[in-house]
């Protein structure tokens, strides 16, 4: 497995791959802003926005692909470019193949994704997933990310109930520096898949 940045240009080029991964991991119960039933042109018109935000320099889209270049999973990076913000970004969209999860894709993903927001001078990334097993609240804290809290009836899960959003954050160091992390206090929400 190796994972790979996409252009715009490669994310229109990998339209059908990418469609039919979010469709996978939306059908098997993942909480990504889509319900079902889900149309092969919703899913589209989702991807060519994504590639839009990649053309512009406003998000980082990564493929974990294998061997062959088949797409196994894939993760974005939301860059913000307002002055006040431009040290934080937004972690989008982490998906793995339903039949993939568990090997640890979503986790090299993960990885890459900081390396990639380090290097782009960001010192704060944050998230927020669904509570409950359409989420991945274990997931991210298995990496370091820490809880804030959530907001009651936040989303819809794809079969259309509504649940919490569990918000989480994680300090990085500047590239070559060493970060002082500071503790932030919270009750965390109940565990959930992984990706």
């Known amino acids: 497995m190796r994972i790979e940045r996409l252009s715009a240009t490669g994310t229109l080029r990998g339209l059908a791959e990418l469609s039919a991964l979010l469709i996978d991991v939306v059908e098997h119960g993942a909480s990504i802003g889509f319900t079902l039933p889900i149309s092969s042109e919703e899913v589209q018109s989702y991807w060519q926005k994504v590639a839009g935000d990649v053309a512009a320099g406003h998000k980082e889209l990564l493929v974990a692909v294998d061997d062959r270049g088949a797409v196994l999973g894939s993760a974005q990076l939301a860059l913000e470019s307002r002055a006040n913000g431009r040290h934080r970004a937004e972690v989008q969209k982490v998906m ?3 039949a993939l999860r568990g090997r640890g894709i979503g986790a090299a993903l993960m990885v890459r994704l900081e390396h990639e927001a380090q290097a782009e001078g960001r010192t704060l990334l944050f998230l927020d997933t669904s509570t409950g097993t359409a989420g991945a609240t274990a997931f991210y804290r298995k990496l370091g990310y820490t809880f804030v ?5 936040y989303a819809a899960n794809p079969d259309g109930r509504l649940v919490a959003n569990a918000i989480f954050y994680k300090l990085l160091p500047a590239q070559g520096a060493v970060s002082s992390l500071h503790p932030f206090s919270a009750h965390e929400p ?5 990706p």
């Open 149 to 153: 809290g959530g907001i009651p009836n």
């Open 96 to 98: 793995v193949r339903h």
């Open 190 to 194: 109940a565990a959930a898949s992984s």
